[in-house]
């Protein structure tokens, strides 16, 4: 299992918290070529379908079951970061070997991203637009300079994020 958190734009920051729930069921599969293996698209395109996750900002979110022995290609929109998670197995990236628990962040570039699976692999995609702004994390809490995330822990220890029932 993976839980991801999505930074916003500062624009977005300070908006009511939203949480998905997204069932196995609700999430479509893509069978890839040449027995290849398959993909459950959660965010974004892979060709045509689009996974059920609703973002501020466009991102892909792949979450591929692959064969050994097998190459595929990975749609990335031109502009987007990518990063490769192997959560299982092992894949090379031109040329460099991926295994279980290693993660790749790929440079931007106009292309797709190949992937060649050398033994049979889980393996989770995420591509993302670039925010092009700053990021400063403590904790749970991630803002774009030191004095928003001081800010953000006095509205937590103040209550102003709300309460757990």
Not at 76 to 104: C, F, K, N, R
Request: proline share 7%; hydrophobic share 40%.
């Amino acid at each position: 299992m993976v839980q991801l958190w999505v930074n916003l734009p500062a624009a977005e920051k300070m908006s009511p918290p939203r949480y998905q729930e997204i069932l196995d069921r609700q999430i479509p599969r893509v069978t890839l070529a040449d027995e290849a293996g398959s993909v459950r698209v959660i965010a974004g395109d892979w060709n045509g379908v689009t996974g059920p996750a609703r973002t501020v900002t466009p991102l892909g979110v792949f979450d591929l079951r692959l064969n050994a022995g097998r190459d595929i290609i990975v749609p990335a929109p031109e502009g987007h970061t990518a990063i490769v998670l192997v959560q299982h197995g092992q894949v090379a990236i031109d040329g460099q070997s991926l295994a279980a628990g290693e993660l790749a962040l790929l440079e931007r570039s106009d292309r797709d991203v190949s992937l060649r699976c050398d033994d049979t692999a889980m393996v989770l995609v995420l591509t993302g637009e670039p925010i092009n702004e700053p990021v400063v994390g403590q904790g749970p809490f991630v803002m774009n300079t030191r004095e928003e995330i001081h800010q953000a822990i006095r509205d937590y220890q103040s209550g102003r994020m709300g309460h757990l029932q």
